[in-house]
């Protein structure tokens, strides 16, 4: 079973994380990992950390000469900052906790009740780890499933739908998504929309204030019956959801139409079947974005996240100290204003995972030739039912 576990704080030495279940001879390209790694650190709105980041990955185990071994795979991504916060963050060196401590717990962030749980009256000792610079882990591991799945031809993308009130309202072809995305500042395809939004950011910006959105990831090649409709923790749309929503400031997860189905009548929302000799089993449309019963169909799949705004805000909001219980007006010294890009990109490479995950339990095999037969094989036996690639 393809797994993941991530460690380490913001503003800590290095984020460590450990992914299991790779199968072996996969050959990685760790330029196409980087660049993942920088398209997740860009998009207009960022702050003033992604000027002291440059992430790049370090293998420290599970692979040799760039082909994986079939055991787990340790990954570091340094933090260039934590030269700054060594002081504050040094884990084997006392620490001055009493002149370093954050008592002002900030809404819309895990400070406060992190605090109650755990029993702190240091909110550092929360925001550490609950930070979205763990993204950048996430980042890397998906991006080392996508290059498990190009050997099935399985290709992702992603991009920003809205952000604020500014929507994109066009509908894109794949391709298309593919060719332009990188191009653009805030990963938005029509240039239009992209000046609105870069303007909408700046007037919010200069107001205090922070801006969410939507992104839209899609995968495409995918073969039909990864998930299963037999058991509710099989269904594949729910561990997409699971993952997708666990992402830090995600509040919304929708595949295909998402909530629209509400305000359609069944004969716009479902997606028709057709047969013909030369495309065999197809859809005309893509209502349900990919998914019926918990499991691909075949068809694009189309998710869309909602990210809600960064919490952080220049312009104060009320809050408490944590250990006097006073009042008191947050100020900050730094933050994203905007990261809705890069979330598009952590999106992406989240569905990376949960699809290269479920690709292997559906197919099977520990090392890329026992998976590749047993891809043919079941390709094979989906074409005597009529479906083709
Ligand atoms: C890529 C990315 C960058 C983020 N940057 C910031 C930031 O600079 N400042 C901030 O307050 N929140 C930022 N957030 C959001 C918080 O991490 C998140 O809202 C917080 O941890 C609370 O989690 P929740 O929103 O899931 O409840 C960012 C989120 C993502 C995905
Ligand atoms: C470090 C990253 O994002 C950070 C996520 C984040 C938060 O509260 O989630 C707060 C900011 O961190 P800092 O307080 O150090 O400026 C962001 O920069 C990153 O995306 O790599």
């Given at each position: 079973m393809l797994r993941y576990l991530t460690s380490g704080e913001s503003h800590g030495k290095s984020l460590i994380s450990i992914l299991d279940g790779v199968p072996a001879n996969i050959e990685l390209n760790i330029e196409e990992i980087n660049y993942e790694l920088e398209k997740r650190?860009?998009?207009?709105?960022?702050?003033?950390?992604?000027?002291?980041?440059?992430?790049?990955?370090?293998?420290?185990?599970?692979?040799?000469?760039?082909?994986?071994?079939?055991?787990?795979?340790?990954?570091?991504?340094?933090?260039?900052?934590?030269?700054?916060?060594?002081?504050?963050?040094?884990?084997?060196?006392?620490?001055?906790?009493?002149?370093?401590?954050?008592?002002?717990?900030?809404?819309?962030?895990?400070?406060?009740?992190?605090?109650?749980?755990?029993?702190?009256?240091?909110?550092?000792?929360v925001l550490e780890r609950s930070s979205a610079r763990e993204t950048a882990s996430k980042v890397a591991i998906g991006a080392i499933c996508k290059q498990v799945l190009k050997n099935f031809n399985i290709d992702f993308t992603s991009h920003v739908v809205q952000i604020g009130n500014i929507k994109d309202n066009n509908k894109y072809e794949f391709d298309y998504i593919k060719e332009n995305v990188d191009k653009s500042q805030v990963r938005c395809i029509n240039q239009e929309i992209e000046k609105e939004i870069i303007n909408e950011i700046d007037k919010v910006k200069s107001e205090g204030d922070t801006l969410g959105g939507v992104v839209e990831i899609r995968v495409k090649n995918l073969i039909p019956g990864l998930g299963s409709y037999t058991q509710f923790d099989k269904k594949i749309?729910?561990?997409?959801?699971?993952?997708?929503?666990?992402?830090?400031?995600?509040?919304g997860v929708e595949i295909g139409i998402g909530f629209d189905v509400a305000n359609n009548p069944g004969s716009n929302a479902m997606d028709e079947i057709y047969y013909d000799d030369e495309s065999g089993i197809k859809r005309k449309t893509n209502h349900l974005g990919g998914i019926e019963?918990?499991?691909?169909?075949?068809?694009?799949?189309?998710?869309?996240?909602?990210?809600?705004?960064?919490?952080?805000?220049?312009?104060?909001?009320?809050?408490?100290?944590?250990?006097?219980?006073?009042?008191?007006?947050?100020?900050?010294?730094?933050?994203?204003?905007?990261?809705?890009?890069?979330?598009?990109?952590?999106?992406?490479?989240?569905?990376?995972?949960?699809?290269?995950?479920?690709?292997?339990?559906?197919?099977?095999?520990?090392?890329?030739?026992?998976?590749?037969?047993?891809?043919?094989?079941?390709?094979?036996?989906?074409?005597?039912?009529?479906?083709?690639?």
């Open positions: 650190q860009g998009g207009y709105g960022r702050g003033g950390r992604m000027k002291i980041e440059k992430d790049k990955i370090n293998i420290l185990g599970g692979v040799r000469g760039k082909i994986t071994l079939g055991g787990p795979i340790s990954i570091e991504i340094k933090n260039k900052d934590y030269e700054n916060w060594v002081q504050y963050m040094n884990p084997m060196e006392d620490i001055d906790f009493e002149t370093k401590k954050v008592d002002k717990v900030r809404p819309g962030h895990a400070d406060l009740v992190g605090c109650l749980k755990y029993d702190f009256d240091d909110a550092r000792n749309d729910g561990e997409l959801a699971m993952h997708l929503m666990s992402v830090q400031a995600i509040k019963g918990g499991m691909t169909t075949g068809e694009e799949l189309v998710i869309r996240c909602a990210m809600k705004p960064i919490p952080t805000l220049y312009k104060p909001l009320k809050s408490i100290n944590i250990n006097t219980l006073e009042s008191y007006s947050a100020s900050i010294e730094r933050s994203d204003n905007c990261a809705v890009p890069a979330c598009s990109v952590v999106c992406e490479n989240v569905v990376a995972f949960v699809i290269c995950k479920y690709f292997l339990d559906k197919i099977g095999g520990d090392n890329l030739n026992d998976l590749k037969s047993n891809y043919n094989s079941y390709i094979k036996r989906l074409g005597d039912r009529g479906w083709k690639r």
